[in-house]
């Protein structure tokens, strides 16, 4: 499969892994909810192979939405704002980034953060101890050239226009327009120690009970899940195992070397956490090789891992 279009740099995205994922969910979703979207990296990938016939797309961050809802909705838009700024910072990159970044605090307008994100260190976002977006700029670049951020941009309008709902609203909302039946959610929540910090990868963190209960009542309504939720990097464990009583299948996804561990001259892998719940499994293709290697896990009343390759 080609490269996939994606206009929003961002750190932490399943880009990488978002083939892996999808290769596990079954092929008639109805609506793929993501009550954590970020960039909605997975979405379009679905999208892109006709995994799922709908989206929804949920943030806390709202300028993020803000700025997915212009992608989907008002490609033009949104590529011309950026193709301004983006000629306007030349001849004094590092000054006007630090004037975006005062205006993008005060007024959290989409395509100032859309700029932000291209420039920034690594497309790694931070935020301080107020909410304000703190990352500094990757001096050596001026950002991506405007002609390749509207060709990505148009790109992911034509896979998602018509047929995407956008909101901004606390995870647990989500459940209300929820189908088990026919809908799946895929969740990438912010991991355990990457917010709350004094520079927090997230504008807001997520309470690991909170979660659970979240997990608990899909689990009741029978609803058809994937987590990403931590991992590994090297021998370094991030974050605590989720609950056995959840009954959910944990896969393991090899996701490549460690872009940080590469910049300081290490060889570290980074391995990502998936966990499945128990009705996806019921409704996954036992005809895959894969599927079987997990349905032959199923019967454990242990939290199991399998690699995933």
Known sequence: MKRMPQPIPYQGSKRNIAAQILSILPSDIDTLIEPFAGSATVSIRAAYAG??????????????????????????????????????QLGRE?????????????????????????????????????GEFNQSPDNRRKGRRPQSMREDIFAVSRLLKGRTRITSCDFTSTIGILNPSTDLLYMDPPYQGTSGGRDSRYCSGVDLAALIGFLK?????????VLSYDGRKGSKAYGRMLPVELNLVHVIIEAGRSTQSTLLGRRDVTFESLYLSAPLIERIDSAS????????WKSSSMQLELTLE
Do not use: G
């Open 51 to 88: 995994a799922a016939q709908f989206f929804h797309f949920n943030d806390l961050n709202s300028p993020l939405m803000d700025l997915l809802n212009l992608i989907v909705n008002e490609p033009d838009r949104i590529a011309t704002d950026y193709e301004r700024l983006w000629h306007q």
């Open 94 to 130: 590092r000054d006007f980034y630090d004037e975006v970044r005062v205006r993008f605090n005060a007024a959290s307008r989409p395509d100032l953060l859309l700029y932000l994100l291209a420039r920034c260190v690594k497309a790694s976002v931070r935020y301080n101890t107020e």
């Open 217 to 225: 009542e899909l689990n009741a309504r029978d609803a058809m899940f």
């Open 289 to 296: 090789e894969k599927i079987e290697k997990l349905a032959r």
